[in-house]
């Protein structure tokens, strides 16, 4: 763009309603109505439609925003007053050699850097004037040194469901909503810093999906994803990358027995689908119900027993009233686990899970970061609550528990930030605003 003189110079001369309509007619998008370049009409011209009044596609001109647009021509002005491009005669200016030993300015630089400026006083004049609806002034942490370093590093951001971004009530407080759809279109976006946004979850991809809401779910389509704990992850065309599923049909036969004697639900994930046996169904209506209605999982197909299971599980757990009821059966499923070379987690106090033996959420978020070229220890935001998210929070550049999260993890060493902010206070979009879009706050806000 700052190399297209005829463009930038027509530019300069545009009324901010006129720019969108020259980018297109530059061979960055569509051509104005008339196709011969005047823009004496393009007032009447909706950007949005075709010549015939149909909606247009998406194209390249949708990649710049009008601030976006005006910080270019800005630089391209300064280039042009300033002669940028031109070393210093160093013969005359530099004697001692020092410029001479200066790279030239890098253009590509130039230009991200042109609008990185822009969207950080977007920022600024976008928290000032016109807050989030529900959401008061960003709150103060003392940060270190080292972790403020960090912040502008972060190149991923990926987030727990159920007590993270979700509110106890399975909601999503405006600050988090807010900060997702910021991430997302960061993510979408060329020039910005931020280069992905995904849920780290326990729950299946389509359970996460519907779980936070038809708006975020169309987007967070598109978008790749760990979830089952880790051990089903998709890139942004919802191709699996990894997966791992639990290899003893013995041990499963094992674990429903003794389910079946303490009463408790039996939940068998194969992806997306959900298996229940029949005894739970009978004992426990209203878990089944719970499945769908309260965490907006598919609704568990019912069957006779998870015994022999031919394409195996993901994962297998166990469903309780209380968190006592777990407490006491998890010794015994743990034997079980040990035994046969599984493991057990705790996502939800009145869920206890069985996996695979070395997975988890920190091992499958590693191997999707490693698909999508992001380095987890220096470039990730993690967030999370629960005694499943302690690996994934302590693997990641940044790690950040809610205030509403277990006490294992607010007690663990490798957590960096403990939040006052529970997820009903938007703690996740809180945690995204001060850590997750690549830029440190000055002292007065840290």
């Given amino acids: 763009l700052v190399q297209s003189s005829a463009f930038l110079s027509t530019l300069q001369r545009a009324t901010a309603h006129e720019k969108s309509s020259i980018c ?8 104005p109505p008339n196709g011969d370049g005047d823009i004496s009409n393009y007032d009447m011209w909706d950007p949005n439609q075709e010549a015939n009044g149909t909606p247009r596609q998406p194209n390249k001109a949708d990649l710049y925003s009008m601030d976006e647009m005006q910080s270019i021509l800005n630089l391209h002005l300064n280039l042009e007053e300033n ?3 031109e070393k210093p005669d160093t013969e005359e200016v530099d004697a001692d050699g020092i410029l001479a030993s200066l790279p030239t300015p890098d253009l590509h630089e130039m230009v991200l850097q042109a609008l990185q400026d822009a969207d950080e006083e977007e920022h600024v004049h976008d928290s000032s004037e016109k807050p989030t609806p529900g959401c008061n002034e960003l709150p103060s942490y003392e940060l270190s ?5 960090r912040i502008p590093k972060i190149r991923a951001i990926a987030s727990d469901v159920d007590g993270t971004l979700l509110t106890a009530d399975h909601g999503l407080h405006p ?7 910021k991430a997302i279109a960061a993510a979408a976006s060329p020039v910005r810093s931020l280069q992905h946004f995904f849920p780290a979850t326990g729950k299946s991809r389509a359970g ?19 979830f089952l704990q880790g051990l089903y992850c998709v890139d942004a065309n919802g191709d699996v990358v990894y997966e791992k599923k639990l290899d003893s049909n013995e041990m ?16 068998a994930y194969d992806g997306d689908t959900i298996y229940s046996t029949q005894a739970s169904l009978e004992s426990n209506p209203h878990h089944i119900r719970q499945v769908h209605d309260d965490w907006g999982e598919s609704k568990p197909v019912i069957i006779e027993t998870t015994k022999g299971y031919e394409n195996r599980f993901h994962k297998w757990m166990v469903m309780a009233d209380t968190p006592e009821q777990i407490q006491s059966f998890r010794p015994k499923l743990q034997v079980v686990a040990d035994t046969y070379g599984a493991m057990t987690t705790v996502s939800i106090p009145t869920m206890l899970e069985l996996l695979p033996e070395g997975s988890g959420k920190g091992a499958g978020v590693k191997q999707l970061c490693e698909v999508l070229g992001i380095d987890m220890g220096t470039q990730m935001l993690a967030m999370g609550d629960g005694e499943n998210d302690l690996e994934f929070l302590k693997l990641a ?17 490798g957590v960096d930030i403990i939040l006052n902010e529970s997820s009903s206070e938007g703690g996740a ?9 690549g830029r440190a706050l000055d002292d007065k806000k840290q």
Avoid: C, W
């Fill in 24 to 31: 297109a007619n530059f061979g960055l998008g569509m051509s």
């Fill in 397 to 413: 550049s940044i790690g950040v528990a809610m205030g509403n999260a277990v006490d294992i993890l607010k007690e663990a060493e």
């Fill in 83 to 85: 002669d940028a491009f």
């Fill in 145 to 149: 040194d080292d972790l403020k370093a």
């Fill in 252 to 267: 499963v036969a094992v674990a429903e027995d003794m389910a079946h004697e303490a009463g408790l639900t039996i939940l």
């Fill in 208 to 226: 996460a999906l519907y779980s936070l809401g038809p708006e975020l779910s169309s987007l967070l389509s598109n978008l790749p994803g760990a």
């Fill in 429 to 437: 979009g809180i945690a995204m605003e001060l850590f997750g879009f």
């Fill in 175 to 181: 600050r988090t909503l807010a900060a997702v759809k």
